[in-house]
């Protein structure tokens, strides 16, 4: 069977990628792309399908010239058709695609959670296609603000996310050519730096019975033998 354009594979699953050339979508994109999952591991099945879709897709453009009332290419697990050119989803639509593409903790899902509340605050979620460069800059901006009351890394932090979303978007699902906002940093600083003990707080602290005369302390919470062995280590340095 011959080689079908298009065909690749994306977690174990056949994929097809259409690209419609611009002279049967002519007022849209000269790049409209559709990538439509096949939904099977066989290569000939794959094939079969991807030939029928193909077809489907490129009549539907040559007898109507646009995306209008396209023939269903909706991804049946995630919900939404995987579109460049006449339509893209949002971003808000792609984490959920992004949290079940592999395992990931608890944690780093409602961080990546928390910096999507505020992109779509912000910018209002546009089409991944509308979203400029611009907004990111403005993104970044509004994260400094005094009245979010965060730190340049909590910021920083929060626009990294989503910047991973967007290069998610882009590298994994290929919604977009490439994330706008690539290369978009926030630099900060650690400015606390630990103060040396003053010598008032070192007599306190070697004043303690366990340096003076070797007792341990009888509390259950004090470590028992492990504050001997810190009293050794403290003696020596």
Same mark, same amino acid.
């Given at each position: 069977?011959?080689?079908?354009?298009?065909?690749?594979?994306?977690?174990?699953?056949?994929?097809?990628?259409?690209?419609?050339?611009?002279?049967?979508?002519?007022?849209? !994109?000269?790049?409209?792309?559709?990538?439509?999952?096949?939904?099977?591991?066989? %290569?000939?099945?794959?094939?079969?399908?991807?030939?029928?879709?193909?077809?489907?897709?490129?009549?539907?453009?040559?007898?109507?010239?646009?995306?209008? +009332?396209?023939?269903?290419?909706?991804?049946? @697990?995630?919900?939404?058709?995987?579109?460049?050119?006449?339509?893209?989803? %949002?971003?808000?639509?792609?984490?959920?695609?992004?949290?079940?593409?592999?395992?990931?903790?608890?944690?780093?899902?409602?961080?990546?959670?928390?910096?999507?509340?505020?992109?779509?605050?912000?910018?209002? +979620?546009?089409?991944? !296609?509308?979203?400029?460069?611009? @907004?990111? +800059?403005?993104?970044?901006?509004?994260?400094?603000?005094?009245?979010?009351?965060?730190?340049?890394?909590?910021?920083?932090?929060?626009?990294?996310?989503?910047?991973?979303?967007?290069?998610?978007?882009?590298?994994?699902?290929?919604?977009? +050519?490439?994330?706008?906002?690539?290369?978009?940093?926030?630099?900060?600083?650690?400015?606390?730096?630990?103060?040396?003990? =003053? @010598?008032?707080?070192? !007599?306190?602290?070697?004043?303690?019975?366990?340096?003076?005369?070797?007792?341990?302390?009888?509390?259950?919470?004090?470590?028992?033998?492990?504050?001997?062995?810190?009293?050794?280590?403290?003696?020596? =340095?």
């Amino acid at each position: 069977m011959a080689k079908l354009p298009g065909l690749f594979k994306r977690d174990g699953i056949y994929q097809l990628r259409v690209i419609v050339p611009k002279h049967l979508c002519p007022l849209y !994109s000269p790049k409209t792309k559709l990538i439509q999952s096949l939904g099977t591991t066989d %290569r000939r099945e794959a094939a079969i399908r991807g030939s029928l879709h193909r077809a489907k897709v490129l009549g539907h453009f040559a007898q109507n010239g646009s995306p209008q +009332d396209l023939p269903k290419l909706e991804h049946t @697990q995630f919900g939404f058709a995987v579109t460049a050119g006449a339509h893209t989803p %949002r971003l808000s639509e792609v984490f959920e695609r992004w949290r079940l593409s592999k395992a990931r903790s608890v944690d780093s899902v409602n961080a990546c959670k928390r910096a999507l509340a505020l992109y779509k605050g912000h910018t209002r +979620d546009p089409q991944l !296609s509308a979203l400029t460069r611009e @907004q990111g +800059d403005s993104f970044r901006t509004w994260l400094q603000q005094p009245e979010h009351g965060t730190t340049l890394k909590t910021a920083r932090d929060h626009l990294t996310w989503v910047k991973s979303l967007l290069k998610y978007a882009s590298l994994d699902l290929e919604l977009v +050519d490439r994330s706008p906002w690539e290369g978009l940093d926030l630099a900060f600083s650690t400015t606390f730096k630990r103060r040396p003990w =003053t @010598q008032v707080e070192l !007599s306190a602290f070697f004043g303690q019975r366990i340096f003076t005369h070797g007792e341990l302390p009888k509390s259950k919470k004090a470590g028992g033998l492990a504050a001997a062995t810190a009293e050794t280590t403290a003696r020596r =340095t």
